[in-house]
Structures are given as structure tokens and as C-alpha cells.
């Protein structure tokens, strides 16, 4: 996970890395690893990703990449801006942040059984204005994704997020056994909705190739036997994020 508030050139954000540290709590207590890097510059988001990379190699998790700060979106691709990034206009972005391509190239690299992204990024953008201004609302569709995942937005593509919404909602609902990913997102963005009184839905893209269970399976299936498993276990993972040391994983799995 990667949590960026504390920006030395834009507008400092009060929530992302406090929203990160309780999202870490839910992960931890629903058996993941956790790894957080909070307000983090362009190389240590760069060394996160890269280690996250080396630790799905070795134990082919479930991988879940979380970032909470500042986004832009620049010529139809999205950017992670550092905590201490001084990007005076759109030109500077691509050498002084972090393109989201890297993220979904380290994540479609890392033998992962599944992925999951997570971006709490879609605020107003945070670049000075320019008569040729590129740079637009919220974060764009995202072209380049990982096999086998789940992209899930703040705020459906082009349109604003609330700081301090989305991921204290998500850290909320994940803890709750029995559902698949994907059944979670349907509560969340409801929830979402209602508290933002319909100016926020989070969006997402489902390339999944089967329902992911991040905590426990539905209460209808067979129960294992005594022997292999108790009623409460989880599997092991490990996770990380922007703020955090990128993503997420659960080891049978930030």
C-alpha cells in the first residue's frame, strides 16, 4: 500500500494515510501481510513496487495494490503523484511521477494468482492550470491490466472522489466473511453513494476469472475436514500499497 497526504508542492491531503493505516488493521484481520508506505517519493514508490514484484514471485499470492493521494490523468494515462514531487505543469509529470502503467506491468509480471488494484486517487486535479492543458478530472479508464484482476476506482472514471470516503467504507465491508470480491464492491458503492447523497460511485473493471474470496468461503460449501482447517482459519497473505510498500497478497495468498 502507498499513502501520500503529506505533499510538499500541492495541496496536503488529510486522510489517505490515516484511510491506509485502518484499511491495514482490516487486511491484517482478515489474515493478509501487510506492507505500508506513507508519503512516499518517486524512487521509494518505485523500490516498493519492485520489491512487491520479488515477494509474488516467490509465493505466487493473490496480489492487492492500494494507493491513496494524489492523481492525474495526462493524455489518456493515469499518474501517481509522489509526496514531495514538484511538478510545475503536465509536461514534467511523466519524469516526476509515477505512471499506474508501472504498476499494472510489475503486478502482470509477478506470477500472482490473482490481482486486485485499488485507487483512491480520483480528486480534483492538482496541477497548476495551462491554456494547453491536457491534464483533466479524476483519473481515465485504465488500458493496460494485469491477467486475471479486479481494478476497482474511488470514483468511476473522469469524475471527483471525496478525500476520507471510499477506503474507511472498504476497510469496513471487507472484514465481512462469506463474500467474493465482487459481492463486497456491490455494498461499498452503494454505501458510498448514499454518503456522498449520489455525487460519488466508485467504478471498477472486472477481468476476474473467478469469484475471489479474500476472507473465508460462502457458509453453504462442504466444510473442510477438522484436520486440514478450523472454521476460522484464513489464508496467509501479504499485501502492499502506495503509501504502502505496494500491494497485496494471500499466500495459498502489498
Do not use: W
Not at 493478509?32 to 520489491?51: G, H, I, P, W
Not at 504498476?103 to 492550470?129: E, Q
Not at 488500458?143 to 476497510?171: C, H, M, V, Y
Request: glycine content about 6%; overall charge negative.
Amino acid at each position: 500500500m502507498i499513502a501520500n497526504g503529506n505533499y510538499s508542492h500541492f495541496g496536503k491531503l488529510p486522510n489517505p494515510v490515516t484511510d491506509a493505516r485502518l484499511l491495514v488493521q482490516s487486511l491484517q484481520q482478515i489474515g493478509f501481510k501487510v506492507t505500508l508506505v506513507e508519503n512516499a517519493s518517486r524512487e521509494s514508490m518505485l523500490e516498493a513496487l519492485q520489491s512487491f514484484q520479488d515477494s509474488l514471485k516467490v509465493s505466487h499470492a493473490v496480489a492487492l495494490f492500494h494507493y491513496g493521494g494524489h492523481g492525474v490523468q495526462v493524455d489518456g494515462h493515469n499518474y501517481l503523484i509522489p509526496a514531495d514531487a514538484d511538478i510545475p505543469d503536465e509536461r514534467k509529470v511523466t519524469t516526476r511521477a509515477v505512471d499506474l502503467d508501472e504498476v499494472m506491468t510489475t503486478m502482470d509480471a509477478s506470477s500472482s494468482s490473482a490481482n486486485v488494484v485499488i485507487l483512491d486517487a480520483c480528486r480534483d486535479n492538482p496541477l497548476p492550470a495551462t491554456t494547453t492543458r491536457s491534464a483533466t478530472r479524476g483519473l481515465t479508464v485504465v488500458q493496460s491490466k494485469p491477467k486475471n484482476s479486479l481494478i476497482i476506482f474511488a470514483a468511476e472514471a473522469g469524475s471527483r472522489a471525496n478525500d476520507g470516503l471510499f477506503t474507511p467504507t472498504l476497510a469496513n465491508a471487507i472484514t465481512k466473511p462469506g463474500k467474493s470480491l465482487s459481492q463486497i464492491m456491490k455494498d461499498v458503492r452503494k454505501e458510498v453513494f448514499q454518503k456522498s447523497n449520489g455525487t460519488q460511485t466508485p467504478g471498477e473493471y472486472d477481468q476476474l476469472f473467478e469469484d475471489l474470496y479474500l476472507y473465508s468461503q460462502p457458509s453453504n460449501k462442504p466444510p473442510s475436514p477438522p484436520s486440514l482447517s478450523s472454521s476460522n482459519a484464513v489464508k496467509e497473505s501479504s499485501v502492499q500499497s502506495t503509501n504502502s510498500s505496494v500491494g497485496a497478497s494471500n499466500s495459498f495468498t502489498p
